[in-house]
């Protein structure tokens, strides 16, 4: 564990420098960043503890597919959260420094009272960020809409977490729709697929795909 987290510090450094000397489009939210390696392994499934993983999560052709029905059981037998099915991504655990997910998220029509993705780990309280989808909008918990209509459409999707500064700013196709203090904490990592919230459908999907994880350089 500490030989491989030493190569990707090293791996990192030189992307850096690589990234500085190229350059890259001044909107992109991605500019400054480097992309950190990811692979299967990174990539643990929550699903209902009683079904295999399966019957709600699908890799096909790039693409994590994501369902759960209102109805299923939590991810284990002790658990008193709402079903869901979500990658929890691992090997990135954080607590300081300034990091980005970037993924190209799609949800169909009819799937509602969904959390999409999250941003594990806030002082009191067990997230920092979550977005979430109601009727076809795409909110910060239930408190902001960001898009009107989400469904049926690929959409990228920037979360950027600044822990030194406190904050989070969250980009929908390139554009910034959000920018807000995080909630502390000092504990974090990136979840997507689906997260049963309030007033839930009966069957929720989403679909992923082109997950990264990237750090801002500090050089
Ligand atoms: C994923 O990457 C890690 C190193 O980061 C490596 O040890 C592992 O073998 C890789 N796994 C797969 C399935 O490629
Ligand atoms: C979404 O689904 C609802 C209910 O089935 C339907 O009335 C509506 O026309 C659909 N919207 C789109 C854009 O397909
Ligand atoms: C975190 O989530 C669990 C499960 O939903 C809940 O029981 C607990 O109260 C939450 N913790 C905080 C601090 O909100
Ligand atoms: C977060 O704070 C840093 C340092 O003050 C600032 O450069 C950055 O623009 C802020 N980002 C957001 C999303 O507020
Ligand atoms: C949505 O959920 C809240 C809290 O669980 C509940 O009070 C409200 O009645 C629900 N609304 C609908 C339309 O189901």
């Not at 990234?19 to 500019?31: C, L, N, Q, R, V």
């Not at 929550?46 to 709600?56: D, G, I, M």
């Not at 839930?200 to 500090?218: A, P």
Request: glycine share 8%; with cysteine.
């Amino acid at each position: 564990m500490g030989s491989s987290l030493l190569a990707v510090s090293i791996f990192t450094i030189f992307l850096c420098i690589y990234h500085k000397a190229i350059g890259s489009a001044p909107s992109d939210p991605t500019e400054g960043f480097v992309s950190l390696p990811l692979n299967s392994s990174n990539f643990h499934i929550h699903k209902p503890w009683n079904l295999p993983e399966n019957q709600r999560y699908r890799f096909i052709d790039g693409i994590h597919w994501f369902w759960v029905f209102s109805t299923d059981k939590p991810l284990s037998r002790n658990s008193n959260t709402n079903p869901r099915s979500e990658i929890r991504i691992r090997g990135y655990d954080y607590s300081s420094g300034v990091w980005q997910f970037q993924g190209y998220g799609y949800v169909p029509n009819g799937t509602s009272g969904v959390c999409i993705m999250q941003l594990f780990g806030a002082k009191n309280a067990n997230t920092t960020l979550m977005m979430r989808v109601y009727d076809g909008k795409l909110m910060y918990y239930r408190r902001e809409v960001l898009v009107p209509y989400i469904y049926d459409e690929w959409f990228r999707l920037n979360v950027i977490h600044d822990v030194g500064a406190g904050n989070v700013s969250v980009f929908i196709n390139g554009v910034l729709k959000l920018e807000v203090n995080d909630r502390g904490g000092a504990f974090h990592y990136f979840k997507c697929g689906v997260y049963a919230q309030d007033n839930d459908s009966y069957y929720m999907e989403s679909r992923w795909k082109g997950i990264k994880v990237l750090k801002k350089c500090d050089l």
